[in-house]
């Protein structure tokens, strides 16, 4: 990837990919958090970069009316940013999202959920990571004001065994 990870910020300024199933070959949604350096313009964007292997082509984004972070992409700091559109290219694995609303601002945590990817078909117990780039609006050539990489995660595959529970009155 581009971006560095800094794991001794890990802790207080995350640049994390949360997967809601961490199967091998699985579709899943996905939560990105990381912290904007510098302030992402209203009609900036956010480019999530996939490893090989991930299928991305009907990845979107969580509707705003279930996902608290659609909903204000910057949680409690200032303005209300939002997710404009959605644009995927499989073949590159970039995923990218435009911004509405409001900016980011500078130093802002921003969180987002993805839906639809499907994850590499091949188990990793040494991590998967994304590359996130942040750029400015299409008036300012789409220059990339911020490259970070998440933290590792993890697949696998799915178990073989079953759990029958018998629940008796």
Same mark, same amino acid.
């Given at each position: 990837?581009?971006?560095?990870?800094?794991?001794?910020?890990?802790? !207080?300024?995350?640049? *994390?990919? @949360? $997967?809601?199933?961490?199967?091998?070959?699985?579709?899943?949604?996905? =939560?990105?958090?990381?912290?904007?350096?510098?302030?992402?313009?209203?009609?900036?964007?956010?480019?999530?970069?996939?490893?090989?292997?991930?299928?991305?082509?009907?990845?979107?984004?969580?509707?705003?009316?279930?996902?608290?972070?659609?909903?204000? !992409?910057?949680?409690?700091?200032?303005?209300?940013?939002?997710?404009?559109?959605?644009?995927?290219?499989?073949?590159?694995?970039? !995923?990218? %999202?435009?911004?509405?609303?409001?900016?980011?601002?500078?130093? @802002?945590?921003?969180? $987002?959920?993805?839906?639809?990817?499907?994850? @590499?078909?091949?188990?990793?117990?040494?991590?998967?990571?994304?590359?996130? =780039? /942040? *750029?400015? /609006?299409?008036?300012?050539? *789409?220059?990339? $004001?911020?490259? =970070? /990489?998440?933290?590792?995660?993890? %697949?696998?595959?799915?178990? @073989? *065994?079953? %759990?029958?529970?018998?629940?008796?009155?």
């Amino acid at each position: 990837g581009g971006g560095t990870i800094d794991q001794s910020m890990q802790g !207080m300024n995350p640049t *994390r990919i @949360s $997967l809601e199933s961490r199967s091998a070959g699985v579709t899943s949604n996905y =939560k990105v958090e990381f912290l904007a350096g510098t302030s992402i313009p209203v009609g900036g964007q956010i480019q999530l970069v996939f490893p090989s292997g991930f299928t991305i082509t009907n990845a979107s984004t969580t509707a705003a009316a279930t996902s608290f972070c659609n909903a204000d !992409m910057n949680g409690p700091a200032t303005g209300a940013p939002t997710i404009a559109s959605v644009s995927n290219d499989n073949a590159s694995g970039i !995923m990218t %999202l435009t911004t509405q609303g409001a900016a980011t601002g500078a130093n @802002s945590f921003v969180c $987002l959920d993805i839906s639809g990817v499907v994850n @590499s078909s091949i188990p990793n117990s040494s991590g998967y990571t994304v590359d996130i =780039k /942040t *750029r400015d /609006t299409g008036a300012n050539n *789409r220059a990339i $004001l911020e490259t =970070k /990489t998440s933290s590792p995660f993890f %697949l696998g595959v799915a178990g @073989s *065994r079953t %759990l029958t529970v018998n629940v008796f009155n």
